[in-house]
C-alpha cells in the first residue's frame, strides 16, 4: 500500500509523526512524506536547508519532499501568519508537481495546527484518486481564541467555515481524544466519520553520555524534584506553576521545578524568577529528545499543565503519554481528558486547571508519601501507556482504518460507476 503521509512538520523538528512514519513502512507500507523546510521551534530554518526551493531527502529510508515555505520566526503573529499561508501555498502549487506521475492508495494528514495545512491534502488526495484520512491534533477555530492568536469574531467565524470545509471533505477523521468527537459533529452537522486514534509514546535511544545531561539530571536527583518538559508557551500555564513554585518556597518546602525546554515565553519566564527571587525553579533550557529518559528518570514527579480555558479540557497533551511511559508519578494540573487519563491510570495526582494553590498541595502531597506509594504510582503509569499507546499498536490500528478507507473508497467508485 501506498501511502501519502502529507504534515506541515516532520524530521528533523521532533514530532510523533516521525516515529510513526517508520513504523508504518515496518509494517509493509510504501511511505512517502510531503513537509516543509524544517524550523520549529526556533523559527529559523535548521542548518543544511533553505527556506525556498524544492528538497529531496531521505529519513530513515523513507523519501521526504519537502515544500518551500516562510519560517516561523520568533513572537511574531505576521511571520506565523506567513509560514502557514506559505506552506498552504506550496502544497496547493507545487504539490502536485512534485508528486506527478505518482499514485497513492491513500493520503493521510498529520495536522497540529495549523488544521488549514488540511486545505492542500485534500487537493492531492483528489488529484491521486485517494480517500483521506485526517489526524487532528488541535481543535480549530476553539485553540486560536484560547490562546489570543485571533480575537476577531468575524475571523474566527471565517476560520469555522474553513474547517467546516475541511472535516467535509476528509474520508475519515482520526481524534487523538474523545472529547474531540462531539465540537467536529457539531461543526459538522453530524457529517464526519470520526475515529478514536491517540497520541503514542515513543521510545526515544538514550543519548551517550552527555557532560551536560548527566549533570542536570543529577541536579534534578540530587532532592524532590519535579520536572516539566515542552513548550514554554502561552497554553502552559506558567504564571500558575511559578505561583505554586512561590508558595511552595514561602512554606519552607524543599521541592524544586525544573522547567525543561523553549519557547515564546522563556525570557518572560527568567525575568519572572528573578523579580520574585524563586529560588526553587530552574530553567535548564532545551534538551533533545534523546536526553529525556535520563531526565525524566532522575525526577521525582512530572508536571504536565494547561490553562483553564474550556478548549484545553478536550485535549490530552502529547507529553502525558510519554511522562507515563518513563513510569514516574505524574502532577497533571489541567482539566477534561489529560486529567482523567492519569486519574484513571493511577499514575499521580490531578488538580484544577490554573489553581496555583491546589498545584502547590498536590507537590507537597507527592513529596510527604513514602516512595513505595511513588514507586506504586510509577508502576500504574508505565503499565498504563504500554496498554493504551503503544507505537506498534497504535500503528497497526492505522495500517487497518488505512484497509478500511480503501475498502470503503472500491465500493464508492463502483457506485458511482453504475
Same mark, same amino acid.
Given at each position: 500500500m501506498k501511502v501519502l503521509i502529507f504534515t506541515q512538520y516532520f524530521w528533523p523538528e521532533t514530532f510523533g509523526i516521525n516515529a510513526l512514519a517508520k513504523k508504518l513502512r515496518d509494517q509493509g507500507m510504501e511511505v512517502t512524506v510531503m513537509t516543509g523546510k524544517p524550523n520549529y521551534p526556533e523559527g529559523k530554518v535548521f542548518a543544511g536547508h533553505s527556506a525556498w526551493g524544492t528538497a529531496r531527502d531521505a529519513y530513515d529510508g523513507i523519501e521526504v519532499l519537502r515544500l518551500p515555505l516562510s519560517p516561523r520566526g520568533k513572537q511574531s503573529s505576521?511571520?506565523?501568519?506567513?509560514?502557514?499561508?506559505?506552506?498552504? !501555498?506550496?502544497g496547493t502549487?507545487?504539490?502536485?508537481w512534485m508528486l506527478r506521475h505518482r499514485s497513492f492508495d491513500a493520503v493521510f494528514v498529520y495536522a497540529p495546527s495549523p488544521l488549514l495545512q488540511a486545505l492542500p491534502a485534500i487537493w492531492l488526495a483528489r488529484l491521486k484518486?485517494?480517500?483521506?484520512?485526517?489526524? !487532528?491534533?488541535?481543535?480549530?477555530?476553539?485553540?486560536?481564541?484560547?490562546?489570543?492568536?485571533?480575537?476577531?469574531?468575524?475571523?474566527?467565524?471565517? !476560520?469555522?467555515?474553513?474547517?467546516?470545509?475541511?472535516?467535509?471533505?476528509?474520508?475519515?477523521?482520526?481524534v487523538p481524544s474523545e472529547a474531540f468527537r462531539a465540537p467536529i459533529l457539531a461543526l459538522t452537522k453530524g457529517a464526519a466519520d470520526i475515529h478514536y486514534y491517540p497520541n503514542a509514546w515513543v521510545e526515544e535511544p538514550v543519548s551517550d553520555t552527555l557532560a551536560d545531561v548527566d549533570a542536570l539530571a543529577n541536579n534534578i536527583a540530587s532532592g524532590f524534584s519535579v520536572v516539566f518538559a515542552g513548550n514554554l508557551g502561552v497554553a502552559q500555564s506558567l504564571d500558575t506553576i511559578l505561583d505554586a513554585a512561590e508558595r511552595l518556597q514561602n512554606s519552607g518546602s524543599q521541592a524544586r521545578f525544573f522547567l525543561i525546554g523553549s519557547g515564546s515565553l522563556s525570557s518572560w519566564l527568567n525575568d519572572e524568577i528573578q523579580r520574585r527571587n524563586l529560588r526553587n525553579v530552574v530553567l535548564p533550557g532545551r534538551f533533545p529528545p534523546a536526553a529525556m529518559?535520563?531526565?525524566?528518570?532522575?525526577?521525582?514527579?512530572?508536571?504536565?499543565?494547561?490553562?483553564?480555558?474550556?478548549?484545553?479540557?478536550?485535549t490530552i497533551p502529547s507529553k502525558v503519554q510519554g511522562y507515563l511511559a518513563a513510569g514516574r508519578p505524574v502532577i497533571a494540573s489541567l482539566n477534561g481528558e489529560g486529567s482523567r487519563v492519569v486519574t484513571e491510570a493511577g499514575a499521580g495526582i490531578a488538580c484544577a486547571a490554573g489553581d496555583a494553590q491546589a498545584l502547590a498541595e498536590a507537590v507537597q502531597v507527592l513529596t510527604q508519601m513514602d516512595s513505595d506509594s511513588r514507586t506504586k504510582m510509577g508502576e500504574n503509569a508505565r503499565r498504563y501507556a504500554l496498554a493504551h499507546f503503544s507505537l506498534d499498536r497504535l500503528a497497526s490500528d492505522l495500517v487497518g482504518q488505512f484497509e478500511e478507507l480503501l475498502a470503503t473508497h472500491a465500493i464508492q467508485k463502483q457506485e458511482k460507476s453504475r
Open positions: 505576521l511571520r506565523l501568519l506567513l509560514n502557514y499561508l506559505s506552506f498552504i !501555498v506550496a502549487v507545487i504539490g502536485p484518486r485517494a480517500p483521506m484520512a485526517l489526524w !487532528v491534533q488541535d481543535l480549530w477555530p476553539e485553540s486560536l481564541s484560547a490562546t489570543g492568536f485571533i480575537k476577531n469574531q468575524r475571523v474566527l467565524g471565517l !476560520v469555522a467555515h474553513v474547517v467546516r470545509f475541511i472535516y467535509r471533505h476528509t474520508d475519515r477523521v482520526l529518559p535520563r531526565l525524566y528518570e532522575a525526577a521525582s514527579a512530572l508536571l504536565v499543565s494547561l490553562r483553564d480555558e474550556p478548549i484545553f479540557a478536550y
